[in-house]
């Protein structure tokens, strides 16, 4: 199981990202956006996700958050991508359902190499600095560049913070169940994902 690290940096006019994760670490972070709320969501990546997480990001934030956001989630989809590797062994698919007081939240995932985000959460507001919008954008790039497939649903909420939370934590134990090494082949019939 060692090795499966990645470090990717993805610099535009717009911003300037650094993404390492560990897929084996026990939940360490060290998160800095500029946006508090975002590194929170991140951390809880980091932590129910099982992996090491850096993300250093420097973005135009005077403009807005939506380039950071969605570069974050270019950034760390690459990451996962090159961390699993051929993704020999791994579990391929994850799904948790997480409850957070009145919200519930679910995620479905395949690391199957082909991107799609179906994601089906109507929160309007801001969560600090984070409109809640940018959300979807952070998981579309995430999917985009790591190859999943991806169903998130926020089943029922009242309470945006509490609502957003329970995604990202749904994400992260599904992520988790589906890079988790359970043998040594590739998880497909086609030999190759």
Known sequence: MAGRTASVARK??????????????????SIRTGIGFFDHMLEQIARHGR?????EA?????????????????????????ALGDKAGIERFGHARVPMMESLAEATLDLCGRPYLAYHAEVAGHLGELDAELVEEFFRGLTAKSGMTLHLELVKFGNR????????KAFAL?????????GSAIPSTKGVL
Do not use: C, P, S
Not at 51 to 55: R, S, Y
Not at 58 to 82: F, M, P
């Open 12 to 29: 535009t006019n717009e911003t300037d990202i650094k993404v390492r994760v560990d897929l084996d670490a026990a939940g360490d972070a």
């Open 174 to 182: 599904a992520l988790r169940r589906a890079v988790a090494k359970t």
């Open 161 to 168: 913070h509490h609502g957003i939370e329970a995604l990202f």
């Open 58 to 82: 420097k973005g135009d934030l005077q403009v807005d958050a939506h380039h950071t956001v969605e570069d974050v989630g270019l950034a760390l989809g690459e990451a996962v991508a090159t």
């Open 51 to 55: 992996m090491g997480l850096e993300v």
